[in-house]
């Protein structure tokens, strides 16, 4: 579909099972001295879903790369008691290089995670995400 603005072209992403819309639109942008395609669409509903795709275009073909950023989680499960984690998606930052998230126990509503918060400081190295600084406090109070 075209924007009626500008005449770009603009895609659109069709789940059969629910609307979706764009956080950011797809763009192109410098990560850690890095071309990087990122797109992040938020789904409706109950909960704070998100599909998020981001690819580094190698510089030697010029062609998507899909970055790794599997080292996240395992950093979350190395960092909280076993059986709590991020159960929702939207903590990280890509072009900051940052995840920042609340933490939900087993019996925590989707709307009131009390498990604490994580931060973690990334590190972007070809198309692998490293965490180079975790912290977890689990006295973090969600609501006060």
């Known amino acids: 579909m075209r924007d009626g603005n500008r005449g770009h072209w603009i895609l659109c992403l069709q789940l059969y099972w629910c609307s979706a819309s764009f956080e950011i639109l797809p763009l192109l942008h410098e990560v850690a001295g890095q071309s990087v395609l990122s797109i992040r669409i938020r789904i409706p509903g109950m909960g704070n879903f998100y599909i998020e795709c981001h690819q580094i275009i190698m510089r030697k073909t010029g062609l998507p790369q899909m970055v790794d ?17 991020v159960w929702k998606g ?20 989707n ?34």
């Open 69 to 85: 950023v599997s080292a996240i989680d395992q950093a979350i499960m190395a960092a909280v008691p076993n059986g709590w984690g």
């Open 90 to 109: 939207g903590g990280l930052e890509f072009d900051r290089l940052r995840f920042s998230s609340p933490i939900w126990q087993p019996r925590d509503g």
């Open 111 to 144: 709307c009131y995670p009390t498990g604490g918060h994580i931060e973690m400081k990334l590190t972007l190295t070809g198309d692998i995400i490293t965490v180079s600084h975790v912290r977890y406090d689990p006295t973090f109070e969600t609501r006060k």
